[in-house]
């Protein structure tokens, strides 16, 4: 059974925080390196962070010193913690798993497993 199941989503004002959580099955958790990311409408999506199955982070230089990836094996979960929030940032927010970091850091939906994405939303 594939699950990646993210939430934490929601409307903060500028400066703010929030974590979003990304559940995933046991396998996929436990074998493939997992990452976040996001689409605004109109654009690409954006690599924001990933985390390998032996803990090393890599993040995009965006969200450098504001966001923290992290994972929870006692709970199969990869966490987000938004620090710092922009307008900027408002955004459908994605988990994703694959086998290969060059692959998951394509964010092609086509490939790896996707979750069904949170909304998150920062006024102004």
């Known amino acids: 059974q594939v699950k990646l199941v993210e939430s934490g989503g929601g409307s903060v004002q500028a400066g703010g925080s929030l974590r979003l959580s990304c559940e995933a099955s046991q396998w996929i958790y436990t074998t493939f390196h997992m990452g976040w990311f996001r689409q605004i409408p109109g654009k690409e999506r954006e690599g924001l962070a990933s985390?390998?199955?032996?803990?090393?982070?890599k993040y995009g230089d965006s969200v450098k010193g504001r966001f923290t990836i992290s994972r929870d094996n006692a709970k199969n979960t990869v966490y987000l913690q938004l620090d710092d929030l922009r307008p900027e940032d408002t955004a459908v927010y994605y988990c994703?798993?694959?086998?290969?970091?060059?692959?998951?850091?394509?964010?092609?939906?086509?490939?790896?497993?996707w979750g069904q994405g949170t909304q998150v939303t920062v006024s102004s």
């Open positions: 985390i390998q199955t032996d803990g090393i982070t």
């Open positions: 994703a798993a694959d086998s290969s970091m060059a692959l998951l850091w394509r964010a092609d939906p086509n490939t790896g497993y």
